[in-house]
């Protein structure tokens, strides 16, 4: 195996934008040429004319050009031409077998999604473990891979990370990769692909370049909150076509919990990604007798604090293969009071918390996602309950994730395809272009 080093970097100045960074010698591991495969995630609802109508043809397909042109609001003149682009790209395919009986000529001939030949990589790189998905144009999973996420020194780890999304991507013969998305905690910095990762030990971590390197394609690279963000907005499937771009004019709030706490705003179509990285609610105040933790939210409601708990409390053993999460959440399904009283307060806690970022906010939708609220549905209610208790301004419904317990592999999924939804002819292109040159 190759091992790669990471190249070392001046950090900007305090106050300086992330843009800023400034890159080491040109002899160093990673020259500016390189960056120019790093592209910085598009978490929106695009309104270009090739997007449009890639996404009128992605949602609606098998659909005829006027179908489009009536969806998209756009000329039937314009989508004639985005589709021929769209079909010299590859990403679109006629199905003449679907043309209306009688019509003549070829904008009567119906396109769809040429889905089959490509996928794209999604890495989410966790505390503790790291997914790696394969997902189709329509953003839906082909499959997935989980690993501990590697330790040790920073280069090393890297090296390994990028290693096994190589193995894994070489066990796609039949499909061509497209683009790589990673999402991830910490402080990100998209327009470079480097990453801070506190928990990590891992600073200035060269994650996208390393990738870019390792795999002969474009990465992008977002923090993870803001990705399940994007996955809600994109993937999420509350929209059954596209809309003009004034329907959008909406505010969104996304709340995640699991090891770590965190949320995202989307506004007018767009998820926020302040330039400085994401805003933290880890700090805000929290107290429950039951689960301890230091009157912080997510020290009080982590899944480390809960297990912690559990094993103080004896519901678990102190050690040992049955001394997990899942054993905590089995034995409040069989009854044990306790558990389920654990996990009550672990829910009340959580409710209350989303209720002090709504009155802040005051989003026209309010979304919560992470296994704190999947893998335990059972605790929703009372999280509503002191979410509604707790809030000062009109009831608002409280909506769970479309995704479940696959948030994560959606959030790294549409990280790899936002490129590709908001240019899908740029995209293209810039993906075969690093191909060959990878070659």
Known sequence: MTTVTAAPIRRPARGATSAKRTLAPAGARYPQSRLLHIVAPSL????????????????????????????????????????????????????????????????????????????TLGVHIG?????????????????????????????DALASLAASARRYLSRWHRRR?????????????????????????????????VLAEALGLPVSLASHVDAMAGAELLLGGR???????????RTSLY????????????IDGRV???????????????????????GQLESTVSDEAVLTAARKLQIVPAEGPASTLPAVLRAARRGNEQAVALLGDRARVLGEAVALLRDLLNPDDLVVGGQAFTEYPEGM?????AF???????????????????????????????GLYADPIGAMRRAQTRRIAAV
Do not use: C
């Open 272 to 294: 926020h990604s302040p330039a400085s990285g994401p805003g933290t609610i880890a700090a805000l105040p929290a107290q429950s007798e039951l689960l301890g933790g230091t």
């Open 177 to 209: 990769a497209l683009w790589v998305g990673v999402a991830a905690g910490g402080v990100v910095d998209s327009a470079t692909g480097y990453l801070d990762h506190a928990r990590l030990g891992w600073h200035d971590a060269p994650v996208g370049p």
């Open 127 to 155: 505390a503790r473990t790291t997914s790696i998905v394969a997902t189709d144009l329509f953003g839906r999973t082909l499959d997935v891979v989980e690993t501990p996420t590697p330790g040790g020194p920073q280069a």
């Open 381 to 385: 209610p009372l999280v509503e309950a």
């Open 255 to 266: 709340v995640y919990a699991r090891e770590t706490v965190g949320y995202a705003l989307s």
């Open 44 to 119: 929106k609802v695009a309104d270009g004319a090739a997007a449009s109508v890639f996404s009128a043809v992605r949602m609606r397909g098998p659909i005829a050009r006027d179908a489009v042109a009536q969806r998209t609001q756009l000329s039937i003149a314009t989508v004639n031409r985005q589709v021929t682009a769209l079909l010299e790209a590859g990403i679109l395919r006629e199905r003449a077998d679907l043309a209306v009986s009688g019509a003549i000529g070829r904008p009567r001939v119906p396109v769809e999604v040429n889905h089959e030949p490509f996928l």
């Open 388 to 418: 509604a208790q707790r809030s000062v301004l009109a009831p608002r419904d409280i909506r769970v994730t479309a995704f479940g317990n696959r948030v994560q592999e959606a959030g790294a999924g549409i990280v790899s395809l936002g």
């Open 239 to 249: 929209r059954s076509a596209p809309e003009p771009p004034a329907a959008h004019a």
